[in-house]
């Protein structure tokens, strides 16, 4: 070989060496950035940084979890003796309500004497539980701090309340999201499916060349519309129609984000299943029709027993599709965290969750970093679709 | 009793504008075995696919002509094209077994005609792979696959999957051309078998399989039907010359 040939070749294999090197650990550096700020989540509390729960120093609770901070604060748990304390009242009160119950001058020039305060009042009363910040805590305080559990993972996948924003102790339950995103997938299979797969029979089966040559590419010209578009459609077109079909107080639901998500899926099956359907070979549906089978018995007996394993991986690529999507859901679903009941709630899927709410947490913030533990969550939803497709895919029929 | 099995009037057929029968006029006698022979592309397989109206399946097709079988025209308005293919069997040039196992493999002729008694239907797939001389093979083994036999024990269990729906006439298209010679011979053997009971009619490329198992042979020649006779007399005395030419290896 001519040394200048092999200086291309040697060149164009290096090229193609590192670009795929490259590509490979930037998708992996992706993940471990995922899991890596996700999992921080389970390292702290859910209560802001620099800000502590105070009780008086007789209280016997030794440690609260977020939740019951929250339900405290919230009033829905009254008494000590609900979360393992004596049979007192519970008295919670925020650094502001602290601040209002003196006056200006008992507090003196920029709050300097609110710390001795604070540390008074806390010893007096003996029901009471304050949040302050850890610059307004006296040293050597005399009241009693009450370090918060950690968020578990089980709190975290179970828990029925997402509240990012709740003072002092934020709620991450990601029950309500997780079941949000699935009921929307699964409505949008259940009307995906039937729709899809008829299509794909007459595409493939039925209608004539020239049919299928216009029908076809007008199919798949629809998944390269952005789901903006069709979010938009969803929020002008469905929600209002929904709303007025049911009654109902607010349109955006459930039903039209599967609607809408049905409608981003068929694309993705019809193409697949129809591909699916027409591999069967011609030999086999001859033989069948040559033994006096009609066209129906055919498709059915032979056609689609045969497309089997395509016809499903159509299927679970287009789950995977609507688990993921996030722009039209967010657009039409409502996102009320709430755990669903009917199709026709409002509700919030983990996709539309993070970009919702990513812009409004506090970089590397708890709030953050439980947004990256939802990214974990659908990451592995999806992974689990893709690893059913291959190995549905890799199937012999 | 019409005289001919099959009858063939005048029949031109077309894909698009390509000419590929050209005034075609035949009979076939039942309880015989004609053999189709020519080149590629001689219009055999073409016309042995009118009998049991495969061509309909084929986008652009048109014809003119009359085809009869039983002294039915097979074309007529009130004809249940299904029904007709029920007895009119065909075994394809390549072994086209369904992806099930054996026993369903020749089950499902008589399923898809509406057949549910399971006693009938065991009864006749036994006597079916039984007449394909393939029952030895495969009596302990009807429920695995079909897929896992050899290339020569599919074809057979395809022609025992056409014999369990009782056909008048079976249509072989090259039923050979893709086994070796031991399953040849054994195909062979069980077309002179089956010649008792069925009307065959065989396309085949091979000038010896022709001389070997056909009572009649008829000479294909660019969309012609160039001549046919006995077998004998076509491969001893030829008219035409093509086909003399053909015969003797001239060409093809």
Redesign the interface.
């Known amino acids: 070989m001519k040394p200048v040939k092999r200086i291309i070749e040697k060149t164009a294999k290096g090229v193609l060496f590192t670009s795929s090197m490259v590509t490979s650990v930037t998708v992996l550096l992706v993940v471990i950035f995922l899991f890596r700020e996700g999992i921080g989540l389970f390292n702290q509390t859910s209560v802001e940084k620099h800000l502590v729960i105070a009780v008086n120093s007789a209280n016997r609770v030794s440690a609260l979890s977020s939740t019951e901070v929250k339900s405290i604060f919230n009033q829905d748990i009254t008494n000590w003796k609900e979360v393992g304390g004596d049979d007192i009242e519970i008295a919670p009160k925020t650094i502001d309500d602290m601040a209002s119950l003196f006056t200006e001058e008992e507090l003196g020039e920029g709050f300097k004497n609110l710390a001795i305060l604070i540390e008074k009042y806390v010893e007096e009363n003996p029901g009471v539980i304050a949040s302050i910040p850890e610059s307004y805590l006296k040293k050597e305080f005399k009241g009693k701090l009450i370090p918060l559990k950690k968020i578990s993972v089980r709190e975290f996948l179970t828990g029925t309340e997402w509240i990012p924003t709740a003072h002092p102790a934020a709620v991450f339950g990601a029950w309500p999201l997780i079941l949000g995103t699935l009921w929307v997938s699964l409505g949008a299979i259940l009307l995906a499916l039937p729709i899809g797969l008829i299509t794909a029979i007459y595409m493939a089966e039925v209608a004539?060349?020239r049919l299928r040559n216009i029908l076809k590419p007008v199919i798949e010209l629809l998944s390269g519309i952005p789901s903006v578009v069709y979010g938009f459609f969803g929020l002008v077109v469905l929600v209002p129609l929904i709303q007025k079909l049911f009654k109902l107080d607010v349109g955006e639901t459930a039903l039209a984000g599967s609607i809408v998500l049905a409608i981003m899926a068929l694309p993705t099956i019809i193409t697949i299943a129809e591909d699916a359907i027409r591999t069967t070979?011609r030999?086999?549906k001859?033989?069948?029709?040559?033994?006096?089978?009609?066209h129906f018995?055919t498709l059915l007996?032979?056609t689609i027993?045969?497309a089997k394993s395509g016809i499903i991986a159509a299927i679970i690529l287009g789950i995977g599709r609507a688990v993921g999507e996030t722009m039209a859901v967010l657009m039409v679903t409502g996102n009320a965290s709430v755990v669903p009941h009917t199709f026709l709630e409002p509700v919030r899927t983990i996709p539309a969750t993070i970009a919702a709410e990513l812009g409004e947490a506090p970089f590397g913030g708890t709030h953050f970093k439980a947004l990256f533990a939802l990214g974990i969550i659908l990451f592995i939803m999806t992974f689990i679709f893709n690893t059913l497709v291959s190995t549905v895919k890799t199937r012999k029929? | 009793m019409p005289d001919y099995k099959v009858e063939v009037k005048n029949l031109d057929l077309f894909y698009g504008d390509f000419q590929a029968l050209k005034k075609i006029n035949f009979t076939a006698e039942p309880n015989t075995v004609t053999a189709f022979i020519g080149p590629s592309g001689c219009g055999k397989s073409t016309l042995l696919r009118m009998f049991n109206r495969m061509n309909d399946l084929i986008d652009g097709v048109h014809f003119t002509g009359e085809v009869y079988i039983d002294g039915n025209d097979i074309f007529a308005k009130n004809i249940d094209v299904d029904n007709l293919r029920k007895t009119v069997g065909m075994v394809f040039q390549k072994p086209n077994p369904f992806p099930k196992s054996i026993f369903e493999n020749v089950a499902y002729g008589l399923r898809v005609n509406g057949v549910s008694d399971k006693h009938f239907i065991e009864k006749k797939v036994i006597d079916s792979i039984k007449k394909a001389a393939l029952w030895d093979e495969v009596k302990d083994k009807l429920k695995k696959s079909a897929m896992e036999l050899s290339g020569g024990q599919q074809q057979r269990l395809c022609i025992a999957r056409a014999l369990a729906v009782e056909p008048a006439l079976i249509l072989m298209d090259e039923p050979a051309s893709a086994l070796d010679p031991i399953s040849t011979g054994k195909i062979e053997d069980l077309i002179f078998e089956l010649k008792n009971q069925y009307s065959i009619i065989i396309v085949t490329h091979n000038m010896q399989q022709a001389g070997r198992v056909s009572d009649y042979t008829a000479f294909f020649y660019m969309g012609e039907l160039v001549e046919w006779n006995k077998t004998k007399t076509i491969f001893t005395s030829p008219d035409d010359i093509r086909t003399q030419n053909y015969i003797t290896g001239r060409f093809g």
């Open positions: 004539g060349q070979p030999a086999l001859e033989a069948s029709l040559a033994l006096g089978a009609s018995q007996k032979v027993p045969y029929p």
